[in-house]
């Protein structure tokens, strides 16, 4: 398990190794854009990852290459569909405002 602290609310979870940022923040009910359902077609899930980017998975094609075509993307940016919870330490992100991937 890993702590899950969101920002800018500043509210930790505990995350189970294995599961997805954005089931994460879903079921925490925090209000995470997510149109295509969490396949990375769509980009909105989009957040930065300030603190723990070595307790997720790395990133994959499929995700760069979305990535890529988002306006204000950066080193810290993930899609929260993509980026799963390795479980080896704390992570904390910053949810960006409504269609940000968009």
Sequence with gaps: MSQLTVLPSGKTIEVAEGTTLLAALLGAKFDVPHKCEGVANCGSCHIYVQAGRKGLTKIA??????????????????????AKVLGTEDVTIELLGFGSGV
Aim: charged share 35%; glycine share 10%.
């Design 61 to 82: 094609r499929e995700e760069n290459e979305r990535l890529d075509t988002i306006v204000g993307i950066g080193s810290k940016s993930r899609l929260a569909c993509q």
